[in-house]
């Protein structure tokens, strides 16, 4: 598919984006006026289903090249597009199962081609994104968060597993990769249905794949390069220090669970210590695959994340110390991270596009 066609789709995931961060806003107390009033309680599945689903979807229809793999996009998109508009929560969320099981279908697409480690990983992340959908279809918006998470942490461990092919991990090594994938599938799908016994299962999972990843990732190396490369390295590492540190809070808390202020320090630690973190770390890469743009390096690309990093820090200290004003300091700083990311890239790619 053209470029040409690719940008709306990626404008319809961005819209998702910028209204799921407006409605986090919103949630912490900022007297925002979203276009409509359910968006508040479907912050998180604008930016687990339809953001997240239509980025990363667009980006396996594009490696694979076949027509009928846009329809996960499409439909991802869509879906974050008609609740904005205020559709009922039930609609988004059958486009956003459509989305979901097009993504799982051009998954096992690519392993069956190529019946490698990353790519079954990759497959067991897309499996999780319909299972959330289904949980916000059937009226459980806060059920669906573990199928957001593992969506999302199976997509990255899968794709940082292929890129460990310049410094292959050992065959005991990938064992228990694969071993700590089944544990994260399962204990996502147990949190839904079964949220007290799923949860912690799903934070030991993690803090698991966040020791692998920092032990055996290429970045623990390339962190010793410079320009892109060390730039690179330093928003994976610190990625997944955070996705250590939400799965030791919530360990930590006997009663970890919605409203709980372990619950959202966790939360964010992870969707956007080490999911955004891995975002900021890749851009520079997938952005040009996708839309054909250079994003030359410029060592500006660290102003969002030192912004990131910072804030969170600031929202997880509010929320452990029970400090309401400094959470809020905190989420306003994310989101002016994410604000300041997309202005970098943006300006990166018009400088490119002018010399």
Request: hydrophobic fraction near 60%; charged fraction near 10%.
């Amino acid at each position: 598919m053209r470029v040409a066609y690719r940008v709306p789709l990626l404008i319809a995931g961005f819209l998702s984006l910028g209204f799921g961060v407006a409605a986090g806003l919103a949630r912490v107390g900022f007297a925002i006026e979203l276009p409509a009033p359910s968006l508040i309680a479907l912050h998180g599945p604008l930016l687990g289903g339809a953001f997240f689903g239509t980025v990363i979807s667009l980006e396996r229809a594009v490696a694979l090249g076949r027509p009928w793999a846009y329809t996960a996009p499409l439909a991802t998109g869509t879906a974050g597009l008609v609740w904005i508009l205020g559709a009922p929560a039930a609609v988004g969320a059958a486009l956003l199962v459509l989305g979901g099981l097009v993504l799982l279908a051009a998954s096992l697409h690519v392993w069956r081609r190529q019946p490698e480690l990353h790519n079954a990983c990759l497959a067991f992340g897309a499996g999780c994104l319909p299972l959330g959908a289904a949980a916000v279809a059937a009226g459980d918006v806060a059920a669906a968060t573990p199928a957001w998470l593992g969506f999302l942490v199976l997509t990255i461990a899968g794709e940082r597993l292929e890129l460990s092919r310049f410094m292959p991990p050992s065959p005991g090594a990938k064992r228990a990769f694969a071993a700590i994938c089944a544990c994260l599938l399962l204990a996502s799908a147990l949190a839904v249905f079964h949220p007290a016994a799923g949860w912690k299962f799903l934070a030991a999972a993690a803090l698991a794949l966040a020791a692998w990843l920092a032990l055996k990732d290429i970045a623990r190396r390339t962190v010793r390069e410079r320009g892109l490369t060390r730039y690179i390295a330093w928003a994976l590492l610190a990625g997944y220090a955070w996705l250590g540190v939400g799965a030791l809070i919530a360990l930590a808390d006997s009663q970890f669970a919605p409203g709980r202020p372990a619950y959202d320090a966790a939360l964010h630690a992870w969707f956007l210590g080490f999911v955004f973190s891995m975002v900021l770390g890749h851009a520079p890469i997938i952005a040009p695959a996708l839309l054909r743009v250079s994003l030359p390096y410029h060592a500006v690309f660290y102003a969002p994340l030192v912004v990131l990093h910072a804030s969170l820090a600031a929202r997880v200290a509010g929320d452990l110390l029970l400090l309401p004003a400094l959470r809020v300091v905190g989420a306003a700083g994310s989101a002016a991270a994410l604000a300041l990311f997309v202005a970098t890239m943006a300006g990166r790619a018009l400088s490119a596009r002018g010399a």
